[in-house]
């Protein structure tokens, strides 16, 4: 069912990895290009089937394509698909194979479920914004990765899989209900454990991957350009303070967390000594974990990105758009072309 963000999201992931994806989507509305009319991303390698589903005949068609589908999946509120006579109570008895892909911000159930939100309004209740921030500072929102995307689309495409999986052994499909604050929770874990082994302080911007060691953090350069830098084994760090020219004396132990304050300025100022590029050349070959900071305009460009094919043109567009991912061995996934509509007699249109 055609929607917005994560759904469209996992529609792609799957696309991508081999899937017949069809989005259904309203009368007139046959997909949605971007600005400068750039295509939609997340369409690519899926076709539009446009019903009316306020129609007796709408209806009856998606009834019908459940019965001989692998997947369905919907992001509406709770309640709205089985208003419309299509929720799992009613399709699931007519295609029991059917696995029913549901998600949502907040999930099926739970006070809630019927409430509007976005990303931010998840990973706030998900105690995943809070901690993201330097100390002294604001909490800053990660995009829209952490909710809608990774926790969301990317948690709801592994589900439909492992439903699958066991649709193998059982013979029967079942509901798979994806919440973003369930799968920006579960992104979490490892701060949880943290916290639970003493090794994270709630203050913000004081602990190991949050900026607040300094052999952990993003640093300027001398161009006003970025590395990152994230040497956390000894080993690596070793290399990183060799690498950095800073007297060893004042860089060990590096676990010293009352020494961290103090040391960051020594790592910014070392760095801001030679432009990005530069710390790039100079890290070659090391174990020093710095790397260059890229704007989204710079990714494709980079020597590792190309030699990997990680990002694709669009056809009839200058934009690039990311490779499908993970990359299978014996049967490589790939990128379909841009949205190519259906009508409901079953004939192909091109939308622009």
């Known amino acids: 069912m055609d929607g917005q963000g994560p759904l469209p999201f996992c529609g792609m992931i799957l696309a991508d990895l081999g899937a017949d994806v069809v989005t259904i989507g309203r009368p007139g509305r046959p997909g949605r290009p971007a600005p400068r009319g750039v295509p939609d991303f997340f369409g690519r390698g899926k076709q539009t089937l446009e019903l009316d ?6 209806v009856a068609e998606v009834r019908r394509l459940a019965e001989s589908a692998d997947v369905l999946t919907e992001g509406f509120r709770p309640g709205v698909m089985e208003r419309l006579g299509l929720g799992p109570d009613t399709l699931l008895p007519l295609a029991p194979r059917l696995v029913y892909g549901r998600i949502t911000g907040w999930g099926q159930s ?28 604001d909490p800053v929102p990660p995009l829209a990765l952490v909710g809608d995307f990774g926790g969301g689309g990317l948690l709801l495409a592994m589900g439909i899989c492992a439903a699958l999986v066991e649709r193998g052994t059982s013979g029967q499909g079942q509901v798979v209900d994806a919440a973003c604050v369930d799968g920006a929770s579960l992104l979490m874990t490892v701060v949880h454990w943290m916290r639970a082994a003493g090794r994270w302080q709630d203050e913000r ?9 300094p052999f ?4 300027r350069t001398a161009d006003d350009k970025y590395v990152s830098v994230g040497a956390v084994e000894p080993r690596f760090y070793d290399d990183l303070v060799k690498l950095l020219g800073i007297d060893a004396e004042l860089m060990y132990p590096q676990y010293d967390r009352t020494a961290w304050p103090r040391r960051k300025p020594l790592v910014a100022e070392a760095i801001a000594s030679a432009t990005r590029d530069e710390w790039v050349r100079r890290a070659a070959g090391g174990d020093a974990c710095l790397s260059a900071v890229l704007s989204p305009a710079e990714v494709a460009s980079h020597p590792h990105h190309q030699a990997r094919a990680s990002f694709l043109p669009v056809d009839g567009s200058t934009a690039v758009q990311p490779a499908p991912a993970p990359r299978f061995g014996r049967t490589p996934a790939s990128a379909g072309p841009v949205p190519t509509p259906l009508d409901s007699s079953g004939g192909t249109r091109r939308w622009t």
């Open 53 to 58: 589903l306020k129609s007796q005949s709408g």
């Open 110 to 137: 739970g006070p809630l479920a019927q409430q509007a939100g976005h990303d931010i309004n998840y990973i706030g209740l998900a105690g995943a914004l809070e901690p993201i921030g330097r100390s002294g500072s």
């Open 205 to 213: 911007g004081t602990n190991l991957f949050d900026s607040g060691a």
């Open 216 to 219: 952990y953090d993003v640093y």
